[in-house]
Nanobody, 126 residues
Framework: MFSCRRLGGGLVQPGESLRLSCAAS????????LAWFRQAPGKEREGVSC????????YYSDSVKGRFTISRDNDKTMVYLQMSSLKIEDTAVYYC???????????????????WGKGTLVTVSS
């Protein structure tokens, strides 16, 4: 369903940037969201951002708002997460996922996602 890649090194210093990409091989029908979640060591998986391809609507968690940007290509087969001004607390395994969209709430809870990509580790450390 998803093939995720990390563009750039997995170990970065605070303040640096990194881009994640995810290639989707198939999509849900109807209104769906492409999402990024992350799971830090010892913590629950949390929603980071999502985008609704049908209208371009985006959601960001408060912890990344203003620093991360989600986008997708015109064919809607790729979804990206541009991460800037990275902080140590951004260290986590990042996952892309997709689920039917009805509100931004689905972007915050893993249970609403139907398909997941393999995670990619991002480590922010000085």
């Amino acid at each position: 369903m998803f093939s995720c890649r990390r563009l750039g090194g997995g170990l970065v210093q605070p303040g640096e940037s990194l881009r994640l990409s995810c290639a989707a091989s198939k999509f849900l029908s109807g209104s769906f969201a492409l999402a990024w979640f992350r799971q830090a060591p010892g913590k629950e998986r949390e929603g980071v951002s999502c985008i609704v391809p049908s209208d371009g609507h985006t959601y960001y968690s408060d912890s990344v708002k203003g620093r991360f940007t989600i986008s997708r290509d015109n064919d809607k087969t790729m979804v990206y997460l541009q991460m800037s001004s990275l902080k140590i607390e951004d260290t986590a395994v990042y996952y892309c996922a997709t689920g039917y969209y009805h509100s931004d709430y689905i972007c915050t809870k893993p249970v609403f996602m139907d398909y997941w990509g393999k995670g990619t580790l991002v480590t922010v450390s000085s």
